[in-house]
Nanobody
Framework: DVQLQASGGGLVQGGGSLRLSCAAS????????VGWFRQAPGKEREAVSCISSSSSSDGTIYYADSVKGRFTISRDNANNAVYLRMTGLKPEDRAVYYC??????????????????WGQGTLVTVSS
């Protein structure tokens, strides 16, 4: 069974930092594109970031404009995990964050339908 376990969410003051973790079992994160998506209350889920698989010819890493310069995605092959380091957090970053594994990390943003495996989500709350 493939499982993605997202963790690391919590309550943080505006301007603070968090690191989200996406721990995988049943698949090797190095072989997949891994994306982070988020869904704020009353809004549709949106793409935040993705990182290409190691075998990808272009090695794309994508960030949504709203998080560019503040969030950093990275892969830890030794621990079979992908992280999202979030700094300079703003109240508008409040959302449930999901990680997902799929085929492709596009330079214009990951498409949900290309991601087959999803974690359960972790809640990030930012106080103003």
């Amino acid at each position: 069974d493939v499982q993605l376990q997202a963790s690391g969410g919590g309550l943080v003051q505006g301007g603070g930092s968090l690191r989200l973790s996406c721990a995988a079992s049943g698949l090797t994160v190095d072989d997949y594109a891994v994306g982070w998506f988020r869904q704020a209350p009353g809004k549709e889920r949106e793409a935040v970031s993705c990182i290409s698989s190691s075998s990808s010819s272009d090695g794309t890493i994508y960030y949504a404009d709203s998080v560019k310069g503040r969030f950093t995605i990275s892969r830890d092959n030794a621990n079979n995990a992908v992280y999202l380091r979030m700094t300079g957090l703003k109240p508008e970053d409040r959302a449930v964050y999901y990680c997902a594994a799929g085929d492709y990390c596009s330079a214009i943003g990951p498409e949900e339908e290309e991601y087959d495996y999803w974690g359960q989500g972790t809640l990030v709350t930012v106080s103003s």
